[in-house]
Nanobody
Framework: VQLQASGGGLVQAGGSLRLSCAASGSISSLTATGWYRQAPGKQRELVAVITNGGSTTYTDPVKGRFTISRDNAKTTMYLQMNSLNPEDTAVYYC????????????????WGKGTLVTVSS
């Protein structure tokens, strides 16, 4: 499985961005896809997950502001980010999992290169 994230950039606090992640390869084997982020000097953290069945999970700091979604073909995943604040500044990574018993807090099986999101105050 290959993943390619895009859509990062510089935005002012309160603004919005939409990240995209294009997936290719054996995507039919996937059980979930998600977004992680790593801020400078901090550990990578899970942001949001969407399962093969369409269930979604969000980390508390982004609930109500971020929305994870995908297209019907499940080839592209999105992260709509609204009401951004400087604490959201990070490199965002899309990831995909094939595990039946996942450990999303630890990570997933496949990773794309990150896209940088910078929120200015």
């Amino acid at each position: 499985v290959q993943l390619q994230a895009s859509g990062g950039g510089l935005v002012q606090a309160g603004g919005s961005l939409r990240l995209s992640c294009a997936a290719s390869g054996s995507i039919s084997s996937l059980t979930a896809t998600g977004w992680y982020r790593q801020a400078p000097g901090k550990q990578r953290e899970l942001v949001a997950v969407i399962t093969n069945g369409g269930s979604t999970t969000y980390t508390d700091p982004v609930k109500g502001r971020f929305t994870i979604s995908r297209d019907n073909a499940k080839t592209t995943m999105y992260l709509q980010m609204n009401s951004l604040n400087p604490e959201d500044t990070a490199v965002y990574y899309c990831a995909a999992d094939k595990q039946l018993f996942p450990r999303w807090s630890v990570g997933m099986d496949y990773w794309g290169k990150g896209t940088l999101v910078t929120v200015s105050s």
